[in-house]
């Protein structure tokens, strides 16, 4: 079988990684890749918004199946695209990808199908907006529609960074914006929660707890992630049901009313407030660094489980997993996620990689042989163990000894569950 791939991250890297591993695959594509990707895949450098030029490849290539990793192609339309053409795709199509493309059409969702969210309004102007706010209780969240690339979220503790953020929204600072949405602050704690779906049926693809902002301790701006850890303690078989039956399946019942089959990775960002989950957004893909974490946990060959999920064939699957702890640290960039240099050398010679221990490339590209980043995001390093605590320590000893004078990384990677 023949595989593409579309993206050019950490999460594309691990899955190339996870196709590779099988007997099944003949040839991969990463479309456009980076440096870890093209010691296992063919990096094919066409922009990954050109949906004809992927499209003319593809089938010059007779690529089998096509992978879709990040969102902005799925929300844009590129399943529908691919699928005219006959070519077999993995992700959701154009409607189903508005449950991460627009927080309106999933706050409407939720609202019809009765799935836990937190209580909102949808406003079209400053003026409302404000005059909401002078009345509101804080903290309050805001958000810009559409995508934002993991910022477009402000959480207010008062009316004067409320009235920011509704200013920054309407001038245009996540792209044209014609309302927003304000809606309850939710305290709890947040659980990533994934399924993979065929259209007709559907299985649990792990939990997993990502680390967005920069700093330790959880402090400072939103990052696309700072690492990630894997299954969630808050994981059990009682909340599971209830995240199935009260949030993923109404929700896939609304996409059937709508005409539209669910196929691809759904991830749904969850609050767990007092044993009761709430859905805080869905994404339509696999989460960045989340989909690092979780494919090395996996037992079941994968190329397995996405040509079942093609054929429609899921329900015969029994997915496996390794009862091990993953934790997924990322390698930044100085100065990331603001402004930061690229092109700078990574030696990733002669590292004592043990057995379970993966690094991901992302932000990296090679120049005259030598690997130089290439992003915020460089690379990430996970291992796989017993118990989360040396998990995180084997990843930090990889970083470590990597000592890249030009990057920062978190040490506190899943502080929660290790004491
Ligand atoms: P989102 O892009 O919607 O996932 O939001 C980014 C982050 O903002 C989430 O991971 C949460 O930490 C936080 N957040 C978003 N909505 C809420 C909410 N209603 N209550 C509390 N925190 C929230
Ligand atoms: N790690 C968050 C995301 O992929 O959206």
Same mark, same amino acid.
């Given at each position: ?78 399943? =529908?695209? +691919?699928?005219?053409?006959?070519? #077999? ?63 477009? !979220?402000? $959480? ?12 920054? $929204? ?64 808050? %994981?059990? %078989? ?49 989460? =960045?660094?989340?989909?690092?974490? +979780? ?34 640290? !990322? ?13 700078? %050398? ?18 990296? #590209? ?34 470590? %000894? ?15 569950? $290790?004491?």
């Amino acid at each position: 079988m023949k595989v593409g791939v579309i993206g050019s991250g950490g999460r594309e890297h691990a899955l190339c990684f996870s196709l590779k591993s099988s007997n099944n695959i003949k040839q991969i594509y990463c479309f456009p890749g980076n440096a870890g990707t093209s010691s296992i895949a063919k990096n094919i450098n066409i922009n990954i918004n050109d949906f004809e030029k992927l499209k003319d490849f593809i089938i010059q290539n007779e690529i089998d199946i096509v992978i879709i990793g990040p969102e902005k192609p799925l929300v844009d339309g590129i399943v =529908d695209y +691919l699928e005219k053409f006959n070519i #077999k795709v993995f992700g959701p199509n154009k409607i189903a990808s508005q449950l991460e493309g627009s927080k309106i059409f999933t706050k409407k969702l939720c609202e019809k199908y009765k799935i836990p969210t937190s209580k909102f309004g949808i406003f079209l102007n400053p003026k409302s907006a404000l005059s909401f706010l002078q009345n509101c209780n804080f903290p309050i969240v805001i958000k810009a529609d559409g995508l934002a690339a993991g910022k477009g !979220v402000y $959480i207010s503790e008062n009316y004067i960074e409320a009235s920011k953020a509704v200013k920054e $929204i309407f001038d245009g600072k996540f792209g044209k914006a014609e309302n927003l949405l304000i809606e309850e602050f939710l305290k709890g704690e947040e659980m990533s929660f994934f399924i993979i779906s065929d259209g007709k049926s559907y299985k649990m693809f792990g939990t997993a707890q990502d680390h967005k902002r920069v700093f330790e301790g959880d402090q400072g701006k939103n990052t696309g992630g700072m690492g990630a850890y894997s299954p969630s303690r808050l %994981e059990s %078989e009682k909340l599971n049901k209830k995240i199935i039956n009260n949030i993923i399946e109404p929700t896939l019942k609304g996409l059937k009313d709508l005409n539209c089959e669910y196929k691809g990775f759904l991830y749904a960002g969850l609050m767990i407030v007092n044993g009761e989950p709430f859905l805080i957004e869905y994404n339509v893909r696999m989460g =960045d660094p989340e989909c690092q974490t +979780l494919l090395p946990k996996l037992k079941t060959d994968f190329s397995i489980i996405i040509k079942k999920s093609i054929e429609q064939e899921l329900h015969n699957l029994n997915i496996e997993w390794y009862e091990d702890k993953s934790i997924c640290v !990322v390698l930044c960039s100085n100065g990331y996620p603001d402004t930061y240099k690229n092109n700078i %050398e990574l030696n990733l010679k002669k590292l004592g990689l043990k057995k379970n221990q993966f690094i991901f490339h992302a932000g990296t #590209k090679i120049v005259n042989n030598i690997v130089v980043s290439n992003g915020g995001r460089v690379l990430n390093v996970v291992t796989r163990s017993n118990d989360f605590k040396s998990a995180r320590e084997n990843s930090l000893k990889i970083l470590d %000894e990597i000592n890249w004078n030009n990057g920062f990384y978190r040490r506190d990677i899943g502080y929660k569950v $290790i004491q």
